[in-house]
């Protein structure tokens, strides 16, 4: 029996596990020999020694023992019972895209949007390295990886990266994405190094993602540093993280997590993008939810406070929440009160998700969310709207018209 077997429900966040060589693996010749082999760690059930070359086959040894561990008769006799209880590359499809489809069968989901794993933050810095030739060629390798991966059961939706680096670059990049079949364009959620993300050099990506039907989506991680690392030298021995290793954040990053997207949309909006692109969506994905209350809060008193004087909001026809709601649309955590943000920012502006297959998604995030959802007595059509119409409505056509039918 799957793990969701009441509803129809859409999951706004799952990844692939990237094997260690899957972007070179991608990349135009010009490029491959740059890329370095992933440092996967102890978190993520494999290690890594020694020089490059004996990296490589180290790890190609590995990868082959671990595919044909998940093709046993061992394995696969478990995984209905254990789809949310394995984690990373022990999970059921982390890496074989073939074995995706029964992950999302044995899950109970109609469809799931699809993220790296390991490289937002390295596509984040080769943008800001000023190497633009490094900068889109690892993004046209990371896009044609992903449809890869997403071509195996339309359910599975790709998320396309778009660099927003260069101008022209950035359009072509865009337009490229989407005749590689993106279901969502990929985009940091900080600023780029020379210009804001607001710039209407860069409205040729937004009118792409637009005429197209697209979203565009932020997700954890492609920002680079969360915070000052000075925060971490306090004194105190280092807790472990989610993993039990060193590799993710903790409570003190966690509290980092919205500056960047709060302050990327916050400019977008009084920038007058969503405005001339009212049809455009925004996801903001594993970036939580709980500060979009107090966030919409604070940019309506600052269009009280300064619309008199800024001529760019008084060219705005809408308020600022009013945008939120038209055109933006948040992942909460399963450790997030949903019921608490559904009454304060609205009911349309909440996803599910379930960050398969990492560990911070939790076992039963269902679970989670309805207590929260209980607590709150949020009605059963609101509760449809978290699960599903948001999700469709977010989407549009980069959900397949057949899944989009069923829903």
Same mark, same amino acid.
């Given at each position: ?59 190609? #040894?590995? /990868? +082959? $023992?671990? @595919? %044909? ?10 995984? &209905?019972?254990? =789809? ?80 927003? #680096?260069? /101008? +022209? $670059?950035? @359009? %072509? ?10 279901? &969502?364009?990929? =985009? ?220």
């Amino acid at each position: 029996m799957p793990y969701i077997t009441d509803r129809v429900v859409h999951d706004a966040d799952a990844h692939i596990m990237e094997t260690p060589t899957w972007l070179r693996d991608h990349a135009d010749p010009a490029i491959r020999d740059r890329i370095e082999p992933l440092p996967l760690t102890s978190g993520n059930e494999l290690r890594q020694t020694g020089d490059v070359e004996e990296q490589l086959a180290d790890l190609t #040894a590995a /990868f +082959d $023992r671990l @595919a %044909a561990k998940h093709a046993s008769e061992e394995y696969r006799a478990e995984e &209905a019972h254990e =789809i949310m209880l394995r984690k990373n590359f022990a999970a059921t499809g982390s890496f074989i895209a073939e074995d995706r489809v029964r992950a999302l069968d044995l899950i109970g989901v109609q469809s799931q949007l699809v993220f790296n794993t390991f490289h937002n933050s390295r596509l984040f810095a080769w943008e800001h390295s000023g190497d633009l030739e490094m900068a889109y060629g690892t993004a046209r390798a990371h896009n044609r990886g992903m449809a890869e991966f997403c071509s195996v059961d339309e359910r599975l939706l790709s998320t396309m990266y778009v660099p927003l #680096a260069d /101008f +022209d $670059r950035a @359009a %072509a990049m865009a337009d490229e994405a989407v005749h590689l079949g993106a279901a &969502a364009l990929l =985009i940091p959620s900080g600023c780029p190094a020379t210009h804001s993300p607001s710039h209407r050099s860069l409205d040729p990506v937004w009118a792409r993602a637009q005429e197209a039907g697209i979203p565009i989506v932020f997700h954890v991680g492609g920002t680079g540093e969360l915070i000052d690392s000075m925060y971490f030298q306090n004194g105190l021995p280092i807790p472990p993280d989610f993993h039990g290793g060193d590799e993710n954040f903790r409570c003190v990053d966690y509290m980092g997590i919205p500056g960047p997207p709060a302050q990327t949309l916050a400019t977008m909006l009084f920038d007058g993008v969503f405005e001339r692109f009212p049809d455009l969506r925004v996801g903001v994905i594993e970036q939580g939810a709980i500060w979009v209350p107090g966030w919409m809060r604070q940019m309506e008193s600052a269009f009280d406070a300064f619309h008199r004087h800024e001529e760019r909001l008084q060219q705005l026809s809408l308020r600022p929440s009013e945008y939120v709601s038209r055109q933006m649309r948040f992942t909460p955590y399963p450790t997030e009160d949903v019921g608490w943000i559904i009454e304060q920012a609205g009911p349309e502006t909440v996803l599910f998700s379930t960050d398969f297959p990492h560990v911070e998604g939790g076992r039963r995030p269902v679970e989670r969310f309805e207590a929260s959802l209980d607590a709150a007595g949020v009605s059963d059509d609101h509760r449809d709207r978290f699960y599903r119409r948001n999700f469709v409505e977010l989407m549009g056509h980069g959900l397949p018209s057949t899944l989009a039918a069923a829903s």
